[in-house]
């Protein structure tokens, strides 16, 4: 039975997080293998990802992270630290999974500065 309706949404996530997944998701989109792509900000290659997915014209979501990535290449940044004290650690970064967790259960996350 045809209903004309899709029936299954196919997502690539994390477009951005380096130029290999980028070029990679935007060229599964471009042959028809996914329908919907999430862009993560604050990675690698973010920007270039957003601009592809811009002239594009690709269907884009936003993937939030709010805990820190790798470090040592200076991700895992958000892009408003002073609005949101309670998800960055002293040196500006969002804490790692772990931290954030023991933070969630104590109620030491603002939830107000995660909507």
Same mark, same amino acid.
């Given at each position: ?10 997502? $690539?996530?994390?477009? #951005?997080? =380096?130029? !290999? *997944?980028?070029?990679?998701?935007? &060229?599964?989109?471009? +042959?028809?293998? @996914? ?17 592809? $997915?811009?002239?594009? #014209?690709? =269907?884009? !979501? *936003?993937?939030?992270?709010?805990? &820190?990535?790798?470090? +040592?290449?200076? @991700? ?21 999974? #772990? ?13 107000? +500065?995660?909507?």
């Amino acid at each position: 039975m045809k209903s004309g309706k899709r029936l299954l949404i196919l997502n $690539a996530d994390d477009m #951005g997080m =380096s130029t !290999g *997944v980028t070029d990679g998701i935007a &060229r599964a989109y471009d +042959e028809g293998l @996914v329908t919907d792509i999430s862009l993560i900000v604050s990675m690698p290659d973010s920007e270039r990802a957003a601009k592809i $997915a811009r002239e594009k #014209g690709y =269907s884009v !979501g *936003v993937h939030l992270d709010l805990t &820190r990535q790798k470090r +040592e290449r200076k @991700v895992g940044r958000p892009l408003m630290g002073e609005e949101v004290p309670s998800l960055i650690d002293e040196e500006g970064f969002f804490h790692g999974s #772990g931290e954030f967790r023991r933070r969630m259960l104590a109620g030491r996350i603002n939830l107000g +500065e995660i909507s």
